[in-house]
């Protein structure tokens, strides 16, 4: 794997640590809003991140086969497969402003599952 190659990957990871740690922020911050207004503001926000999450798995995917393999054995691959994303982006469209629409989501993931730690 070239410096460059190994560079980019540890950018994506860094940006996926960050996305992650949005999420849960955005998370306890909607909990803790008391304005309907403010509330669906950062449930909008935590949609987005959480699609940007999914972006960088996919990425990291195609990148970084050892990832791909680890993806492959744990059967993520096979459950973001059989979701098309262009659903998820139409859905979010035509959307009720009162609702995320419902989608698989994964186990709550965190830097340490995405390492391989049991939580």
């Known amino acids: ?23 849960n922020q ?5 909990a803790a809003a ?10 909008h926000l ?7 999450i999914a972006e960088l798995f996919a990425l990291l995917e195609q990148l970084d086969r050892d ?11 096979d459950k973001i497969a059989n979701h098309d994303m262009t659903v ?5 469209a035509a959307k009720d402003s009162s609702t995320e ?5 994964p186990a709550r993931l965190t830097v340490g599952s995405l390492l391989g730690q049991k939580q």
């Open 88 to 92: 998820l982006k139409n859905s979010h």
């Open 26 to 30: 955005y998370e306890q911050l909607a």
């Open 1 to 23: 794997m070239s410096t460059d190659h190994y560079a980019d990957l540890q950018i994506l990871r860094e940006v996926l640590t960050r996305e992650l740690a949005t999420v």
């Open 67 to 77: 990832q791909r393999a680890h993806f492959l054995l744990s059967g993520v691959t």
């Open 101 to 105: 629409p419902k989608v698989w989501q």
């Open 46 to 52: 935590l949609y987005e991140e959480k699609e940007h």
């Open 34 to 43: 008391n304005s309907s207004a403010v509330k669906a503001l950062l449930e």
